[in-house]
């Protein structure tokens, strides 16, 4: 059309050749029923989590056990006995797909079971599946002579939670009896290190920031202890504590709402910011680049594909079908973040597939047919815990909230991206040999 600007052209050439820029919104419509989708349940699962042992020798104060918080378990006492054990395996390698499989071990604390440990190893090594991989989620307080034996005898992989430098780590995570474990965890890495110096490529550990933490701080912290176990690109998760619901008196000295400016955040993104354009991706210490590369990661590798004519909500994830839980009693969960708010059957009968498509039509109905005129909906990863109350536990709608919290994410990883491209051509290449896992 004459008079259309360069930009108006382009965006016209871009929808009616790419199909970008829909003048009409998806129609939304429902996941396809578990029961339907029977037969992708029989060789997808990649991951099984097992809730081994209820029983944790810490009393770490964020943790929901310990909040004892309405929508799982408190601290039990309850271990999943063997025959539980040998069925939830056994169903895990009848259906285990994708490129690596893996069982977590989970609690509690799961080196209190070490005969279930070893028991699953043993299924594993007889089922002659050499890809499916075992990962201890341990506090790694307890990787004394025996443990660290178990550990490098069976070839585990481990997932170390520790929050940083042992102030902050000491304030949340004590022992039952009050006591300190930051030097218990350090100790127990330096001798499993001793015994079996390839754990090194086995070993991950996973920091959780509550209020008073300082990202800054426990980033060098995690450097510092990289170059002293001799992994200078020691693999840090990390993740905010979730506080929801919880009561002030419960928690260590530092207050709740601690304003997210003093927990170093924006500190740590100035860094990265500055790292990506000048080309010293590689130098930031290992809690910063995970933390801020991931979204950017996610985001890098989006689905580009134009968007159909209807949208199905809801993320990828389908109860039980690539993500299982299991708890210590055999039931089946979507996974351990979601407590108990869902059962999906049981590891002795198998997946109850009436209780699969309540949930897919329950999480349909709870947002509310809010979707199609969101602007995040290709980009959304909320997952069925936004249907529980924190406080109350109970399951109902999707707040608005949550779906603000999701935008409010999104929105934050555009400015990082907008503002990386604006510094220069390269700020994003560390980007480029990146991949989702
Ligand atoms: S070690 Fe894990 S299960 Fe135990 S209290 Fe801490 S967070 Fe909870
Ligand atoms: S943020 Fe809320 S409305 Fe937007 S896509 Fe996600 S669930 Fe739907």
Redo the contacts with the bound molecule.
Sequence with gaps: MAGDSAAEQEIREARDALGLFRTQRPRLAPKRQGRERRDEYLDRLSQLTLTLDERCNLRCAYCPHTLAASWTRPHGDRQMSSDTVRAAVGLFLDRAGGEMPSISLYGGEPLLAPGLIRLVAQMVRDSRRPRVRIVLDTNGTLLDDTMVELVAELGLHLQVSLDGPEAIHDRWRPTAGGRPTHAAVLAGMRRLLDRDPAVAGRLRFQATLAPGSDMMEADSFFGELGRELGIPDLPVGASYADLEGADDAVLPSTPLGTPPAEDGWARARAAYVEACATGRHADLGPLVRSWFDGPLIRFYHRDTRPLGEFFR?GGACAPGLRRLHVGSDGTLQPCERVGTAFGLGDVRRGFDFDAIDRLERDWFDA?GG??AD?W??RH?G?CFSAMIDRKTGRVGA?PQV??ES??EGFEEMLRLWVELLARGPHALDHLKDSSVS
């Design positions: 909500p947002l809010r979707c969101c995040a909906l959304c909320l999707v949550a779906c999701v935008r």
